[in-house]
Each structure stands twice: as C-alpha cells, then as structure tokens.
C-alpha cells in the first residue's frame, strides 16, 4: 500500500473545488435570469460550462473509487475547507485555504466559460516541478 501521492491529492482538491464552482455558477445564473433585460445567452453559457464541470467532477468521483480514494468528513471552518479521506487504507487531511479555494475556482471557472487561461501559471511551473507523464 502506498499513501497518496500528488494525483490524488488534486483528486480530492478537485473533488472539494467542482461542488463550489457548480454552485457558483448556479447562484449567478439565478442572479442574472433576475437583474437582466436579456438574460438567455448569459444563462446559456453558464448552463454549458455547468455541464462541463458536472462532467469532470463524475469523472473524479469515477477516478477516485478506481485508486482507492474516499472523502468521508469535510468540514468548513472560517480559514478554509478541511478534507478527512482514506486512500488506499490511509487515513489523510487536506485543508484548503479560503484564498486558494478562490483563486482556484476563478480559473476553472474561466476555463469552463472558454475564456483565455494561459496566463495562470500551472501548478508545475508555479512551484517549478517536474510533471510526472
């Protein structure tokens, strides 16, 4: 058995982060179907990046049961998210700052909206490690 490594780890970040973005984009859909005049190309986009994220978090769920890797407690707390899960028999946390959980929904949220990306450094290039391929 092995403890986690940095793939399963952004599994569960991103198991914790799409819920949130989801609901982000629920919210302002409610907020603009309400406050604009014509609302129905704005909706339309949001619904399609919604159907995007929705995707991907059910192919993070589906991912997450193959490596052995269940969320069984989150917690909000006024710093951010704490994660409690299991993977591969060993028990972790992980705990999400309210600063990252926003700047990391603010890209993702960008990229399900087709909106221009690349000048957000990645994870590699930010920390500069070399990506496992």
Avoid: W
């Avoid at 399963?8 to 919210?27: G, N, Q, T, W």
């Avoid at 929904?105 to 590699?124: F, N, P, T, V």
């Amino acid at each position: 058995m092995h403890r986690a490594d940095s793939r399963d780890h952004m599994l569960v970040k991103s198991y914790i982060l799409l819920p949130l973005i989801l609901s982000a984009f629920e919210r302002d859909s409610a907020i603009m179907s309400a406050h604009l005049r014509t609302p129905a190309p704005y909706l339309e986009a949001l619904k399609i990046a919604s159907s995007t994220a929705t995707v991907d978090l059910r192919d993070v769920r589906q991912e997450m049961r193959t490596r052995g890797i269940k969320v069984y407690e989150q917690h909000r707390l006024k710093i951010g998210i704490e994660a409690k899960f299991i993977c591969r028999g060993y028990h972790d946390r992980m705990l999400l700052l309210n600063d990252i959980i926003a700047a990391q929904a603010a890209i993702h949220m960008r990229r399900y909206l087709g909106l221009d990306i690349s000048s957000y450094k990645s994870y590699e290039e930010q920390y500069q490690l070399k990506s496992k391929k």
